[in-house]
């Protein structure tokens, strides 16, 4: 299969794209600094820089966007967040309509921020949208995407787990240090998803019939207070020490409301859909990513 990947230098991009030419597709990576990614000379993947152009594609996967963690949110970061997703969806969408041999699906990014703060609601992906910044983010990007004339999954990700980035390495430090807790009382649901489902929640979309929504979250969805006893335990460290949303505030500002806010997802597409989870329960999964791993036993002569 021939695939267009746009972010595909980034967190998640990068395993999607060594997934891809590891099963066998032929991979364009469109980035704003293809230099860099012909550089690595990574066999089976082409880069090319923007615009995007989708002719003769089989399937376009678009992960771009400016990082939603990193810098406060001001009036201008907000801004560049939003209007970084929309314009690179739209000018894709164009590329689609535009080719003279299109791609017969579009796999688009986006996040379970789509729900906003729903408390203990379940949120499978018919759930009505929230109305906070990132919730408003999530559905203009999203309906760009919807405008594309091909099958389209709009690929609303939880907080994904690897210990090599994301949200999982910012925290790292302070668990093993024995400093870790959870965030305010803990009661807030917290959509997770180990890395290999997450990638593998790709593939499938790429692969099957789906469209439209699909959470990709684990189904074994947990309290913020579950997922850090999960986090102590793989690493052997106590959590008994709260982080208080006010100082979360003061360091983070209003992106914070990420981490505070509660979003009890369902994977149901996925789940309806045939996908087989390698980690649904969140031990488990912590217990890959950062568990000590026991030596090997000696063999006996």
């Not at 997934?19 to 032929?26: E, P």
């Not at 364009?28 to 089976?44: E, F, L, Y």
């Not at 302070?174 to 305010?184: L, Q, Y």
Request: charged share 25%; aromatic share 8%.
């Amino acid at each position: 299969m021939l695939v267009c990947v746009l972010g595909g230098t980034g967190f998640i991009g990068g395993r999607l794209v060594d997934a891809l030419v590891a099963r066998g597709d032929q991979v364009t990576v469109i980035s704003r600094d293809p230099a860099r990614g012909d550089a690595q000379r990574q066999p089976g993947v082409k880069y090319r820089g923007y615009p995007a152009d989708v002719d003769g594609f089989d399937a376009v996967i678009n992960l771009a966007g400016e990082p939603v963690f990193g810098k406060r949110w001001n009036d201008a970061q907000k801004a560049k967040i939003l209007e970084s997703r929309v314009s690179i969806t739209r000018e894709i969408v164009e590329a689609i309509r535009d080719a003279k041999r299109p791609p017969k699906v579009l796999i688009n990014g986006s996040a379970v921020g789509f729900y906003g703060d729903r408390g203990d609601e379940e949120l499978p992906e018919g759930s009505a949208a929230g109305d906070d910044f990132l919730a408003t983010v999530c559905q203009a990007w999203e309906a760009e995407a919807a405008k594309a004339p091909c099958r389209t999954v709009l690929f609303r990700t939880g907080v994904v787990l690897h210990p090599d980035g994301g949200a999982l390495s910012q925290m790292m430090l302070p668990f093993k240090m024995g400093a870790g807790g959870p965030i305010g009382f803990g009661k807030q649901w917290f959509p997770w998803v180990h890395m290999d489902d997450e990638i593998g929640l790709l593939l499938w979309a790429l692969d099957s019939e789906v469209a439209g929504p699909v959470n990709a979250v684990a189904p074994g969805v947990v309290r913020n207070s579950e997922f850090t006893k999960a986090f102590g335990k793989a690493l052997h460290r106590p959590t008994l020490i709260p982080i208080p949303p006010i100082g979360l505030r003061i360091m983070l500002g209003e992106v914070s409301e990420m981490l505070t806010g509660s979003q009890r997802c369902i994977p149901k597409a996925a789940i309806d859909g045939g996908y087989t989870f390698k980690f649904p329960e969140v031990f488990a999964a912590m217990q890959d990513l950062v568990g000590k791993k026991k030596a090997p036993e000696m063999a006996h002569a």
